[in-house]
């Protein structure tokens, strides 16, 4: 797993993690499927070939690995890779999430505690181990 919880841009309001999982946004008259790269309390990065505007308000509908039940919001556009970005970056959207509900906002907090409880475990000393 990447140490992506203390790797947090200052003008962040909350910390991203990686995670690639199927979400499902409506666009005009039909639900579009592309993956997450990345997923914070407040948002997420959609890769997509044809992200949506900036200022786009839009409905999106998500499940994190270990929950049953769909988590679905509304989100807006916030900045956007197009797919022929001169540097490289994989196209797609940086949504931010307008409207979780008040269980949402909890299991979302919760899959990132996991994941931070994870990481840590992942990358501290074995016990019993000694250092050289």
């Known amino acids: 797993m990447e140490a992506a919880l203390s790797d947090v841009d200052p003008n962040r309001t909350t910390a991203r993690v990686p995670l690639?999982?199927?979400?499902?946004?409506?666009c005009l008259d039909d639900f579009l499927d592309?993956?997450?790269a990345n997923l914070s309390l407040g948002?997420?990065?959609v890769r997509s070939d044809t992200?949506?505007?900036?200022?786009?308000?839009f409905r999106?509908?998500?499940?994190?690995?270990?929950r049953i039940s769909l988590i679905e919001a509304t989100a807006t556009v916030k900045?956007?890779?197009?797919?022929?970005?001169?540097?490289g970056l994989a196209s797609g959207m940086g949504v931010a999430?307008?409207?979780?509900?008040?269980?949402?906002e909890r299991a979302i907090q919760r899959w990132l505690r996991q994941y931070e409880a994870?990481?840590?475990?992942?990358?501290?000393?074995?016990?019993?181990?000694?250092a050289a």
Do not use: C, H, N
């Open 20 to 26: 690639r999982i199927k979400v499902e946004y409506a």
């Open 34 to 36: 592309d993956y997450t």
């Open 43 to 45: 948002g997420m990065f």
């Open 51 to 57: 992200p949506m505007p900036v200022d786009t308000t």
């Open 60 to 66: 999106i509908r998500f499940r994190l690995p270990d």
């Open 79 to 87: 900045w956007v890779v197009e797919p022929d970005d001169p540097a």
């Open 97 to 104: 999430f307008d409207g979780l509900s008040a269980s949402d």
């Open 118 to 130: 994870e990481l840590r475990s992942s990358t501290s000393p074995q016990k019993g181990s000694r």
